[in-house]
């Protein structure tokens, strides 16, 4: 049985930090590409990052490039998510998943696998 359990989310000022993780259970984690989705009251669940399973390739939404990093330690079965430089608009729920495979995608339909999400609260 899969399991991911996020944690790490909070609140923080703007301009802060919070990193994020995602402990993964069942299943080999390498075989598989992560990633980290999140949801403002309202709206729509939005892509943020991924990373494929080997952790040599990864891709960000525009709205958090050069912002948001995230990482993984396969050996840990963890994903993780930096978060620098936050802005209100970041306030979301944020949610990590599994892919059906071993890359990385944008498409919420291609992840097999939830956590139940952590709330990241941003103040201005």
């Known amino acids: 049985q899969v399991q991911l359990i996020e944690s790490g989310g909070g609140l923080v000022q703007a301009g802060g930090s919070l990193r994020l993780s995602c402990a993964a259970s069942?299943?080999?984690?390498?075989?598989?590409?992560m990633g980290w989705f999140r949801q403002a009251p309202g709206k729509e669940r939005e892509f943020v990052a991924a990373i494929n399973g080997n952790g040599d390739s990864s891709y960000s939404a525009k709205s958090v490039k050069g912002r948001f990093t995230i990482s993984r330690d396969n050996p840990k079965t963890t994903v993780y998510m930096q978060m620098n430089s936050l802005k209100p608009e970041d306030t979301a729920v944020y949610y990590c998943?599994?892919?059906?495979?071993?890359?990385?995608?944008?498409?919420?339909?291609?992840?097999?696998?939830w956590g139940q999400g952590t709330q990241v609260t941003v103040s201005s």
């Open positions: 069942g299943g080999r984690f390498s075989n598989y590409g």
């Open positions: 998943a599994r892919s059906t495979n071993m890359g990385w995608s944008t498409d919420t339909w291609r992840y097999g696998y």
